[in-house]
Structure formats: C-alpha cells, structure tokens
C-alpha cells in the first residue's frame, strides 16, 4: 500500500537552468528586514515596514536607476571592483570551496555564481558586448526578481575570504559581497540584524545599544566573578584621562555567555602586568556592522575610537578577541581615519617590545601583546589549571585571512594548555572554514543557512573529537563565541567554545591569590599528571 | 539466503546506484561535486553520504542492532534535514532503496532463484529504515528550533540580568534596548 502511495509522488521536481529559477523565501534561510527606525537612525534611505517573504518590497519607484548608477558610481571609484568585474575567467577554483555551498549544496553559493548575480547585471549595462549580445555573454537585466536574489545570496556570504585564497587571480568576492550590500542599502535593503546593531552602536556605541551605566554594570560583575575565583580584586577604570593605554573589546565579551568569561581574562592580565589602562563607556565597542553596510558606515562608526583615544589622551589602542573589528583596523581604517599622528607608536610599558607593524594605525592586538609578555617570561602561568580541557583551535576568519594572525593565539594556548590539538589542515590556517554566521549573519531566523554553512568547521571538530577526545573550542572572535556553541550543539555535542584569554585566565597564577579550585566558569579542575599532549 | 548472497556480492554495484539516488537530489553539478571530491574535509556531505549508506547496506545484509542503524542513519539524515529538501525528498532515497535492489537482482527474481519471501523480509527491513529516519528527521528538526531559543536566551543573557537588577521583565528591558 505505502509503495503504492509513494510511486505516485515524484520526488523529484524538474531541473531548471539557475539563471531561470526565482529565488524561495523559505523560512529560516533569509533574516528579517530592516526596520525602519534602524534606518531612520542613522539616515539610511528608504525606511518603511517590510519583510523579505513578500512580495511587495515597498521599493522606491526608481530603484533601478539607484542601482545602476550606484554601480556605475562604484565601478568608478574602486578600481578593484571593475578588475573583479572583468577578470574572472570561470575556472572554477573558487566554486567548491566556499563553506554555503559545501553545507548546502545550492549552486548559487559557489563563489563564483555568487559574483556571477552582480556581474550579469554589471554585462548587461556596463559593457558592449552585454549590451548587444544579452544573454549570450551572461548578460542580465536587473529585474525585481534579480533584486531579490541579490538579497537572499549576498546575504548568505559572510564575507569570510576563503573563496579569494584559492582564486589563481585573487579576485575576493567578500569584496563584491560588501558592493552588492551596499547597493542594497541605497534602496532600504539591509537586513534587521545589522541595521539595528549599527543603529545601536551609533547611538550608545554598542550594538546592544547598552548605555554606559550599563556597561560599568556588567564589568563589575565580572570583577566580582573574579574575586570568588581568585581572592583577587582587579580595578578597572572607566573613562580616564590620560590613561596610557585605551582597552576596546567587542561588546559581546562584556554582555554574552560565554564571551564575558574572555573578557575576564583580559582583566587579569591586566592586573597582574600592571596595565596603565582604562575602558571607555563611549568606544564601548570594538564590532562595526559598518564593514557590513556600506564603506561610509564603516567609517563613521569606526572614527569613534580615535575620536576617544584622543579625547581621553591615550598614548596608543589595545583591541580585543574580535574578528571584524581587526578587519576594520588592518585594512581600512588607516586610509579611512587614520593617521592618528595624535597618538604615539605602540610600545609595551613591560617588555618594551615596540609593535612596528602598528606604527600607524596605532592599536594593538591583545594576542599579540599576551604572546610578547609570555615570551618575555612576564606572566606565570600554570598550565595544568587547563588540564580539564582537550583544546582545539579554530582560526576566525578575520585574523587569520585578513590580518594573518596565526602563530600567535597557538603560541598563547600552547602555553596555558598541555593537551592542545589541530584540526586538520585544510580546515585552520589561512583555510579556515567560516563558523558559518559572519558578517552579520548570526541572527536566529536564519539559523539554517548558519548551520548548514557551519557544517564544513564543525565536521572539522568531531573528527579531532572523536581522535583525540577534544572538547574545548578556543577561537579569537566575539561572534564566534556566540554562535559555535549552538553549531557544536547541533553537530558535535559535548565541545563547548572558550576565548583564548579565558584559557590565559585559568591558567595565570596571580600575586596573592587564594588556592584556585574552579575555572573561571566555575568548572571544577582536574590536573591530570600524564604528560603533555601537544 | 540467496539474496543476502546475491546482494553481498554485488555490493559496490548497488551501493553507487544507492550513491546516484541520494545525490541525484541534489543539483546536477552539486551531484558531481559530492561524488568525486574524496576529501572528507572538503566535502564533508559527500563524504557522509557515501560512508552512511555503504553502512546501512551493512546493516541490511548483518541484521544487527536498532542503535547502529540509528548512528548511521543520523549521518546522513542530519544533514538532509538542514538542506532545501522537503521532508519526503529528504528521507525518500531510503525507500528507493527498495526499487534499485529489484532492478539490480531481476534476472535472479526472474529466474526464481530469488524467492518473493525473501524479498519481503528484505523490504521490511528497509521500511523500517525509513520510520526510525522520519524519527530521526523529526527530531532534528526540533533541535533546530530548541537551539534557536536557547541562542535568544544566550543573547539576552545580560539584558535579563540587567532586567532582575533593575525589576523589569527581560521582555520590556529587550524592547527598552532594542534587542
Ligand atoms: S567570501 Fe566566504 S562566504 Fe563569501 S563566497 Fe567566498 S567563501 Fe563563500
Ligand atoms: S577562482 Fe577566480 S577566476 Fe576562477 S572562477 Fe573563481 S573568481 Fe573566477
């Protein structure tokens, strides 16, 4: 009977040529819209009510005039974008290495189709053959429909890089992701998940929108967690003029669980240098969903550090485990905001160690500023205080492909955990597998495109579970730290997600503190007195 | 046990039949994407895909236990319930299974050396392949909408903090803050 029922139902739906196939809105792909008073906020055009899964975008009537000479305008001012538009030779390189499409299998997550949504409109407007030619040479009218899978496609690459390491040209669709929202933005187009954190942060300055009574809130509980820990009393300061060094950590490190216990590892480290620092209730941020709106939000968000370093008369800016922010800082805000001649060429006030490479952008990576102490023998460490966890390390996308940061996070973690493996190589380094939720993807009503983009990272991790019996995931992003433990949930249970400043914390043997019986989570330890596993 | 025999030795036969009809629900340049890629790092659902049912069809041929098949379904049904398949579509190569195994043995059933019995037998076992998938299928799919609100609670983790410090409810203080 069932099989007589079932050899009735074609499973198969008919295959249809991907130029041709209109975009499904089907749920938990795509993230809501933005509202209109995030737009409003930050005088964003087009604000109004809306949602993704209907039909009537509420677009303005000349919508495509604004994306064309948009384009066109941007076509004109990066000289990058016109390469990556003419360049690309469809070898195929990039097309299987992007982690969408490994999880999901849809041909419009290859890198190269992916580009291939904004390049048919750029032929059919931009070029003569696409003019003449049309369709024969790729080329596309940009139609509603077109309007639509733009939206639902780019927001689907986290702007992770992968794809760009593979290309024998180097074009980086991460590039022509950010062109393609930017587009987007000029006709209301953004989704929520970005809009309001940026809206947010332009306001109080972070992207919970958390004012500074409530930031100074939530620090203090950490230095209270930490005082059970430790019997020590880290005192932060908030706000003070000339303070040697200013701290920014994203947000997520002082407001989420488990980021918060990261941030304080930052604390102790601090204390126990002895760190002439002081926090800001105003750059109370180190994130900036600018990167992932337009080139001109990025910069006014990111022009609030400077303008508090200098306000707060700081010699130079220490940043912490985020991911974007140090793409931000690496790439862009030197040409942006920069130079900061107000500020002085970073130098460690304990090793002396001068951070050349930061000489202009004038702000330092925690990673490298713990590697250099523990380097210089200026930090005690205990490693055995970590023996509990069986660690791996996943490299976010960021410091890894956009600023190169690989050998210091190992450095740290081999230092303040004796059972450390690496996942395998393919999978770390400069090919890194995206946690699948950058760029301002971590929503939770697209929580299967995470998932499934995740898939490739995290299938990753239970191999060197089930080897090597790994059940600590240390990584060097905020949004990593929110958004790997719901991957591990759903793909390898039992591996929770640490910063490697948390494991620094655990590990560090403070002056005076009381006999450690807990991790900074209040997790019991468990010294094994095997030999080390590295 | 002619037919446990017939199918032991052509194995490799039906499972890259079994293979086409798992991934033929895929795109086509997907399809040869998750058959050829043979590193399990860089084609983790292909490679999933291909060592669940070369299990499965163990399985079938061994009779062991519920748990095993469980493991082996849960590989491949985990991933499908994630993708842009319908649920039917998700779980309906298990099903074909049965029809393949037909095409592959009929000049055997044919010829009677196969008997109907056997078949049976055969074919229920595979029914109840599919039964504990939809389980498993169900039940991923809960997961999915679980993790979603323990993420939301993760999130607001200081917002209700904040809430109890200052008497409010996590609701009010998310719509005060905008989260
Ligand atoms: S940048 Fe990352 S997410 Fe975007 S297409 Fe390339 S690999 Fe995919
Ligand atoms: S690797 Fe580069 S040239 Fe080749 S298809 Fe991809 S983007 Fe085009």
């Known amino acids: ?534 | 046990m002619a037919l446990v025999d017939q199918l032991r030795e052509r194995r490799e036969a039906v499972l890259e039949r079994w293979l086409d009809v798992a991934l033929g629900d895929y795109p086509e340049e997907t399809a040869r994407f998750l058959r050829t890629e043979r590193d399990q790092f860089a084609n983790p659902v292909g490679h999933s895909t291909r060592r669940g049912l070369e299990g499965l069809l163990g399985w079938l041929l061994r009779e062991t236990g519920r748990d095993e098949a469980q493991a082996l379904l849960d590989g491949i049904v985990r991933i499908r319930a994630l993708q842009d398949l319908s649920a039917g579509r998700a779980l309906a190569f298990i099903l074909e299974l049965k029809e393949l195994i037909r095409a592959e043995l009929a000049a055997e059933i044919e010829a009677g050396r196969i008997s109907q019995e056997e078949l049976c037998t055969l074919e229920k076992r595979v029914d109840g392949l599919a039964l504990l998938a939809f389980d498993i299928y169900v039940e991923c799919r809960e997961q999915i909408h679980r993790i979603r609100l323990e993420e939301l609670r993760r999130a607001s983790w200081a917002a209700s903090r904040l809430a109890r410090e200052r008497g409010l409810s996590s609701d009010q203080l998310a719509r005060q803050e905008g989260v």
């Open chain 1, 1 to 534: 009977m069932a099989d007589e029922i079932l050899s009735t139902i074609d499973y198969k739906p008919p295959r249809r040529r991907w130029l041709d196939t209109p975009v499904e809105f089907r749920r938990g792909t795509w993230c809501y819209g933005a509202k209109a008073k995030s737009l409003e906020a930050v005088g964003l055009p087009n604000p109004r009510e809306w949602s993704p899964d209907q039909e009537d975008w509420k677009l303005p009537p000349n919508w495509r005039e604004i994306l064309l000479e948009g384009l066109r305008e941007r076509l004109e001012r990066f000289r990058s974008l016109r390469l990556f538009m003419d360049t690309c030779v469809r070898c195929g390189a990039c097309a299987d290495k992007c982690h969408y499409y490994i999880g999901s299998g849809d041909p419009k997550n290859m890198p190269v189709l992916r580009a291939e949504l904004l390049r048919a409109v750029y032929r059919k407007n931009f070029t003569l053959a696409g003019r003449i030619m049309g369709e024969f040479v790729g080329a596309r009218e940009l139609t509603q429909d077109v309007l639509k899978e733009w939206f639902y496609y780019f927001f689907q690459c986290s702007e992770c890089r992968r794809c760009s390491v593979f290309c024998p040209f180097g074009i980086d669709t991460a590039e022509l992701t950010m062109i393609a929202r930017e587009l987007l933005n000029l006709v209301g187009c953004n989704i929520d998940w970005i809009a309001g954190p940026v809206a947010n942060c332009y306001r109080t300055g972070n992207h919970l929108g958390l004012e500074p009574h409530a930031f100074k809130d939530m620090v203090d509980f950490c230095v209270d967690e930490l005082e059970e820990v430790t019997g020590v009393r880290v005192e932060p300061t908030f706000n003070r003029k000339g303070a040697e060094v200013l701290f920014i950590a994203p947000s997520g490190d002082v407001f989420a669980d488990p980021g918060m216990y990261t941030f304080m590892g930052y604390l102790l480290v601090f204390h126990e240098v002895g760190l002439d620092y002081t926090l800001s209730t105003y750059a109370s941020e180190g994130g900036n969903f600018g990167l992932f709106t337009s080139h001109e939000m990025m910069k006014r968000l990111n022009a609030k550090m400077y303008a508090e370093a200098e306000r707060l008369g700081v010699k130079w800016i220490l940043g912490g485990e985020c991911g974007h922010m140090w793409r931000v800082v690496h790439q862009y805000m030197d040409t942006m905001n920069g130079p900061a001649d107000f500020l002085e060429e970073p130098v460690s006030p304990v090793t002396g160690t001068k951070f050349d490479h930061a000489k202009s952008t004038k702000m330092v990576h925690i990673a490298e500023f713990t590697a250099d102490l523990i380097r210089h023998g200026k930090l005690k460490l205990d490693p055995g205080r970590n023996d509990h966890l069986r660690v791996t390390f996943h490299d976010s996308c960021n410091p890894a492909r956009a600023m190169g940061l690989l050998e210091e996070p190992r450095y740290i973690i081999r230092s303040v955990c004796r059972h450390f493996h690496e996942m395998p190589e393919n999978t770390i380094r400069e090919q890194t597998f995206c946690c699948g939720s950058g760029a301002g993807l971590n929503a939770d009503e697209n929580m299967e495109i995470r998932l499934r983009g995740g898939f490739p990272r995290a299938n990753a991790v239970r191999y060197v579970r089930e080897k090597y019996g790994v059940n600590a995931l240390a990584c060097l992003c905020a949004i990593d730290r929110a958004v790997l433990p719901p991957l591990m949930e759903y793909w390898v249970p039992g591996v929770d997600v640490y910063g490697v400043h948390e494991l620094v914390g655990n590990a560090l043997v403070l002056k005076g503190e009381k006999e450690r019986t807990t991790d900074l989570r209040g997790e019991p330890l468990d010294r094994t007195d095997d030999d080390e596993d590295l």
